[in-house]
């Protein structure tokens, strides 16, 4: 899945691709008996407001903030229903975030429209009160469902999910977060309390596809694709075969570049989605999700995951 970034820049955008859950081809359904959502979503921004500087580097003049959310407002012309997520790490990496401390990240996402954000490692690099500060400019929401906050300034701020409504859908979005303990220093992250991903994911995903009837079920991950050297360490591929209920993994944290997802059985057999979006904002990851409309579980999906940027 993770490829080398030069060829991935080459191809992305043009590989699109259909995976049916039955035997017959999505042109065989009436248009008229489907429900189209398409979901937009990054990871890894940090910080990065600016193309890449025209270097001479492989990555120069990609990305930027302007051009995504141009793309952004090209596709809600288009297509009815759209939703706009991130898998973290939001912050840190350009000087950027040294001089504003986040809030031109959490403005700009805000004028993009995105709709749900978790919560990575580097967006407790200005600690707990310095996230806090910048709260107030995020007109978005933040879920993380396995940072226990209720000891900390962020306790009311944060939710364990979200449910969006498209169309006679509903989407149920949670958010999952990678161990802070010995990753991000201990004064940055206070009294937060880290729960285990597969125990809180399986109680989450019940509560909102049985529970709360949703339709679909994202998990919002900065766990990590996969680690080479444990593939036994906690990540999304090791998420979606020991956890129920869980449609989609979006994850982060590992700067994956993925041309298409990566398809895993949970624990009843059942397919779960896994994808990222590589780092920066070079990529807009997308995925367009048909459902059946008597019979909304049942689903077609297509990728598009579209170079930010020339």
């Not at 009436?30 to 001479?56: Q, Y």
């Not at 973290?88 to 993009?112: V, W």
């Not at 939710?159 to 498209?166: D, Q």
């Amino acid at each position: 899945m993770k490829q080398d970034r030069r060829a991935f820049i080459k191809t992305a955008g043009i590989g699109t691709f259909f995976i049916g859950t039955g035997v017959l081809p999505l042109m065989s359904f009436a248009k008229p008996e489907l429900i189209k959502l398409t979901i937009l979503h990054t990871n890894d921004v940090h910080s990065r407001i600016e193309p890449f500087p025209m270097d001479g580097g492989r990555l120069q003049g990609l990305g930027g903030a302007a051009r995504r959310a141009k793309m952004i407002e090209k596709i809600r012309k288009e297509e009815e229903n759209v939703i706009l997520l991130d898998a973290g790490d939001i912050f840190q990496g350009t000087p950027y975030f040294n001089y504003f401390g986040g809030e031109l990240e959490f403005k700009l996402m805000s004028a993009m429209k995105y709709d749900v954000a978790t919560i990575g490692n580097h967006d407790f690099d200005a600690g707990l009160k310095g996230l806090h500060q910048q709260l107030p400019h995020a007109n978005f929401e933040l879920v993380s469902s396995n940072y226990d906050f209720s000891d900390t300034m962020m306790h009311d701020k944060v939710k364990s999910y979200k449910i969006i409504e498209k169309s006679g859908l509903k989407i149920g979005i949670f958010g999952l977060g990678i161990e802070l303990s010995g990753l991000v220093p201990a004064k940055l992250y206070g009294n937060t309390q880290y729960k285990d991903p597969i125990k809180t994911a399986t109680k989450v995903a019940e509560t909102l596809k049985k529970d709360e009837q949703c339709d679909y079920v994202i998990c919002l991950s900065h766990l990590g694709y996969q680690y080479r050297e444990d593939k036994t360490k906690m990540c999304d591929v090791v998420l979606s075969q020991n956890t129920k209920n869980i449609d989609l993994i979006i994850g982060g944290h590992t700067h994956t570049f993925m041309d298409q997802p990566d398809i895993r059985r949970n624990m009843d057999g059942e397919e779960v989605y896994i994808t990222q979006a590589g780092w920066a904002g070079i990529l807009l990851g997308r995925l367009d999700v048909y459902f059946e409309r008597n019979n909304k579980r049942k689903c077609v999906i297509c990728k598009n995951e579209t170079v930010v940027g020339k």
